[in-house]
């Protein structure tokens, strides 16, 4: 998922969550700029998502009954809107007479997503140790807190870390966690310290404890390759992800002739397979591309994209049942 359609998801949730919410606290929300969030508001116009301005001093708000569903909770909100059952009794006479019904069925709505959730991780957790031992030989588990820091990367909210390297311990440092990079057999997660008020490094085994937060962030300023080159000494080629992919028989016929995203590293024309060696910040790049010949192309490795691709067209169906 790119930054910018996470911030605009972002900002749909909180106009519907409180509508009149002005560009201001939009800006502080989703850590941009108001100048940011009116060309935001410009693209989902253009999107055709019915969010309209009242007026100088009056904010946003959806036109009609538009509303984006599923929920999405924190641990933390789930556990405090349950705790209601528990004094559901004594605030009954308070409350109109369908509310328990509709609470029930808001708990169960929220049990059935988390459900899902937890078994996309699974699943997730799964190739990306399967990744990590193709990549450092090992037959061992993969690393520690590998699941809780994928979901972090992927929903680009921040975690809370135990940290430490060369016999130096750091407790409860906020990281805004911007992307994994496997390099020479190890696991590093690059990403934002707020304590330090760096970007830096972390060795994933150096993790002792990791847990995440509700605190969403913007990489926006980061540029990725820069930093590898100004830290590893790494040029463009050092660091790629290989991506397979199956094209339609009329597709693999014409798109041999086309300028590619990069040329195949190697091609398959019995299974109608391309193979890509793409570097690792231009792959939401390279997605896009195979995203634009729509059923005619699909990606085959690495499944971890399969999974972010399938999550996120689960998003859009519910954002447009």
């Given at each position: 998922m790119t930054d910018r359609l996470i911030r605009l998801m972002r900002i749909i949730t909180l106009v519907q969550a409180k509508p009149g919410i002005l560009a201001r606290e939009l800006a502080e929300r989703c850590g941009n700029s108001e100048r940011t969030i009116y060309r935001d508001m410009d693209a989902l116009s253009a999107m055709h998502i019915p969010i309209t301005h009242l007026g100088h001093g009056k904010g946003?708000?959806?036109?009609?009954?538009?509303?984006?569903?599923?929920?999405?909770?924190?641990?933390?909100?789930?556990?405090?809107f349950s705790k209601l059952r528990g004094i559901m009794k004594d605030i009954r006479h308070m409350l109109p007479s369908s509310f328990e019904g509709a609470y029930e069925k808001v708990m169960a709505a929220e049990y059935k997503q988390k459900a899902e959730r937890e078994e996309k991780m699974e699943t997730a957790n799964k190739e990306a140790g399967q990744l990590w031992m193709e990549r450092s030989g090992s037959q061992g588990e993969p690393p520690p807190f590998l699941t809780e820091i994928l979901a972090a990367v992927m929903k680009q909210t921040s975690i809370q870390a135990d940290y430490s390297e060369n016999a130096y311990e750091e407790k409860g440092i906020q990281i805004d966690p911007y992307c994994l990079v496997p390099l020479e057999n190890r696991y590093h997660l690059i990403g934002f310290c707020h304590r330090f008020e760096i970007i830096r490094t972390f060795h994933i085994n150096g993790f002792s404890s990791v847990k995440p937060t509700n605190y969403w962030f913007s990489k926006e300023q980061f540029d990725l390759q820069a930093f590898m080159e100004q830290k590893w000494s790494l040029d463009q080629d050092s660091l790629q992800v290989e991506f397979k992919v199956r094209f339609s028989d009329r597709l693999m016929n014409r798109i041999m002739n086309e300028d590619m995203f990069v040329k195949p590293s190697k091609v398959d024309r019995q299974s109608r397979c391309l193979h890509f060696k793409v570097a690792v910040e231009q792959d939401i790049g390279f997605v896009r591309w195979i995203l634009k010949y729509e059923e005619e192309a699909e990606i085959l490795e690495p499944l971890y994209y399969r999974d972010m691709l399938r999550i996120q067209l689960e998003k859009w169906l519910s954002l447009y049942k």
């Open positions: 946003y708000a959806f036109i009609g009954n538009f509303a984006l569903y599923p929920l999405d909770w924190s641990d933390e909100e789930s556990a405090a």
